[in-house]
């Protein structure tokens, strides 16, 4: 079964800085899809970025990119240019392709905190 | 605008009562989950249908049940049975499962047991 760990319960930035956010994840699988989720106080999901495991090119949305390493089993997730809205839970998820669901498994959630 | 809704945004229960969590989608989606969300943890997949009149059970079905008549709607019912029911709800759906196609979530339910 596949798993998505991240080791930083909590972490934080100064504004304007840059951070970047851990993720690994384990699966037999070799094609599937990635994603990195915001969840700011409010509660709703929101999805940040999404890597297809099958392109080599790092995903970049804005001030948000992630940094895939395939072999590794690493997703981390960097924001640049920090802000007082960029502070949530952040949770990586996997999601496998061609299953018989769309089922996502989250890892555990990193909260950012942003200092003005 | 489209997107989903779920009511009520907080609900109480009594031990030994059920209760229906509403999750309403105007997206023409296929597919919706209810996923539970506990301190600490990530979100752990329920229920989820991917047509209307079907569903399947998801990684922690026990003590819940859901139905799904019509495309828009998916509630779901935390019974008597589930022991620990105390947690965060939320919905989702997504237009066709097995492709890639994100889910879309909606601002979720906040379950408490007295």
């Known amino acids: 079964a596949q798993t998505v760990t991240q080791s930083q319960p909590e972490m934080s930035v100064q504004e304007a800085e840059t951070v970047t956010l851990s993720c690994t994840y384990d699966t037999s699988e070799s094609d599937y899809y990635l994603f990195w989720y915001k969840q700011p106080p409010s509660r709703q999901m929101i999805l940040v970025i999404r890597?297809?495991?099958?392109?080599?090119q790092n995903a970049t949305e804005n001030r948000f990119s992630v940094n895939f390493q395939k072999a590794a089993k690493s997703f981390s997730l960097k924001i640049s240019d920090s802000q007082l809205g960029d502070a949530a839970m952040y949770f990586c998820?996997?999601?496998?392709?061609?299953?018989?669901?769309?089922?996502?498994?989250f890892g555990t959630g990193t909260l950012l905190a942003v200092q003005p | 605008d489209g997107g989903i809704t779920q009511s009520p945004k907080y609900l109480f229960r009594k031990e030994g009562q059920n209760v229906t969590l509403s999750c309403e989608q105007n997206l023409n989606h296929d597919a919706m989950y209810w996923y539970r969300q506990d301190p600490g943890q990530g979100l752990r997949l329920i229920y989820y249908?991917?047509?209307?009149?079907?569903?399947q059970k998801g990684d922690i079905a026990e003590g819940y049940s859901v139905s799904r008549e019509k495309k828009e709607s998916f509630p779901l019912t935390v019974t008597s049975a589930q022991k620990n029911p105390t947690a965060f709800y939320l919905c989702a759906s997504s237009i066709t499962p097995g492709q890639y196609n994100e889910q879309f979530f909606g601002p979720g339910t906040r379950l408490t047991v007295l």
């Open positions: 890597q297809e495991a099958y392109k080599q």
């Open positions: 998820a996997y999601r496998s392709i061609g299953g018989a669901t769309n089922k996502l498994i």
């Open positions: 249908s991917q047509i209307v009149n079907d569903f």
